[in-house]
T-cell receptor, first 108, second 115 residues
Framework: TQLLEQSPQFLSIQEGENLTVYCNSS?????LQWYRQEPGEGPVLLVT?????EVKKLKRLTFQFGDARKDSSLHITAAQPGDTGLYLC????????FGQGTTLQVKP | NAGVMQNPRHLVRRRGQEARLRCSPVKGHSHVYWYRQLPEEGLKFMVY????????ESGMPKERFSAEFPKEGPSILRIQQVVRGDSAAYFC?????????????FGSGTRLTVV
């Protein structure tokens, strides 16, 4: 069983479209992190959300932590081909536990 | 300011051989984590070590796998008598530790292929 469920698992969109990726759990986390991984490389930390209801922006990326600290979302505005990659959410249980990831493909 | 260094990047082993994967954490980081990833999947936790101590090995298979993080030198993930099912990408990460919201810095991984 997966402690963190991400949806969708795969997403293929055209350049300029908007998208949202979801990360859900039945458990409360003290914090959630989002990582992006490119083929052949390790994940790179994008953001950490700590407070319930918190919203953080990173250029065209908006991250939200649910009020109950059980879920999070990542919204990308006007996606670009450079956004292509595997997006992973992760929560802490003494160590980081990862969701199964969302593979995003942005076509020019 | 080197990041996490893993070597080798690619490793090919025949069934029954041993695989040794090395990880040098970010300078000043004393917490090391090993993860395994299959294609198009997330990362599965294997083991968490601090210098000379195994903190959590709940994700490690009971047999053939071992990990260490000696006082001096890199962390080593050792897989004995490899089988085809061990083929995967193995990632090491390090952190300062002490707070759960500290991000991890990942290496570029070692891709193990068992033939």
């Amino acid at each position: 069983t997966q402690l963190l469920e991400q949806s969708p698992q795969f997403l293929s969109i055209q350049e300029g479209e908007n998208l949202t990726v979801y990360c859900n759990s039945s458990s409360v986390f003290s914090s959630l992190q989002w990582y992006r991984q490119e083929p052949g490389e390790g994940p790179v930390l994008l953001v950490t959300v700590v407070t319930g209801g918190e919203v953080k922006k990173l250029k065209r990326l908006t991250f939200q932590f649910g009020d109950a600290r059980k879920d999070s979302s990542l919204h990308i505005t006007a996606a670009q081909p450079g956004d292509t990659g595997l997006y992973l959410c992760a929560g802490t249980r003494g160590k980081l536990i990862f969701g199964q990831g969302t593979t995003l493909q942005v076509k020019p | 300011n080197a990041g996490v260094m893993q070597n080798p990047r690619h490793l090919v082993r025949r069934r029954g051989q041993e695989a040794r994967l090395r990880c040098s954490p970010v300078k000043g980081h004393s917490h090391v984590y090993w993860y395994r990833q299959l294609p198009e999947e997330g990362l599965k936790f294997m083991v968490y070590l601090q210098k000379e101590n195994i903190i959590d090995e709940s994700g490690m298979p009971k047999e053939r796998f071992s990990a260490e993080f000696p006082k001096e030198g890199p962390s080593i993930l050792r897989i004995q008598q490899v089988v085809r099912g061990d083929s995967a990408a193995y990632f090491c990460a390090s952190s300062q530790g002490g707070r759960e919201d500290y991000g991890y810095t990942f290496g570029s991984g070692t891709r193990l292929t068992v033939v």
